[in-house]
């Protein structure tokens, strides 16, 4: 029993080293670039910590992810100003406009002006929602402190959901690996859901 132990321990304590940091750049990364799934990565990591024996495991998966969210997200809302501010644009700009429909935006746009902060916190919560709400924040104008007050709570939000769909799938199942193919599905299924639903009213 103490071998076993003791073979345990150094598995957990490596896994933490190199897996939170690489969880808050993926996250950091897949806020400045929409392409990373970083709600699957999420999930992922919180199967890993379900599973884990180490105390407050989950806590940090939520603590790195909803940081790494938050700083990403005011990076690229940053950036994003610095573009409106220029004459030339920037890339960044044009990157964040070439992601958000006219159709997206337009309703962005008017939700923002009727609910303001509120619409934040939805627009982390809802799949492709972040991009057009982030333009329409930069089109209104709204300075970089405001912006930073209203994404705080959206960040939050949006790593408890993705960690509960994580939790979900790691109790379903004996087996790490088991359970991240779970999350995995499961968030694949959240992220799908609303272009299911628009297409079938179409």
Known sequence: MLAAARTVVPTESTQQALGYPSLFLLVLIGALVPVVPTGALVSSAAVVAFHQTAPFALALVFVTASLAAFCGDAALYWLGRRGMKSKNGSRWLEAIRARAPQERLEQAQEKLAGHGVAVLVLSRLVPAGRIPVMLACLL?????????????PACLAWAVTYQLIGILGGSLFPEPWEGVLAAVLLTVLVSAAPGVWRRLQR
Do not use: I, Y
């Not at 209104?140 to 705080?152: D, E, H, I, T, Y």
């Open 140 to 152: 209104a104008k709204w300075p970089l402190r405001r912006f930073v007050r209203g994404n705080f």
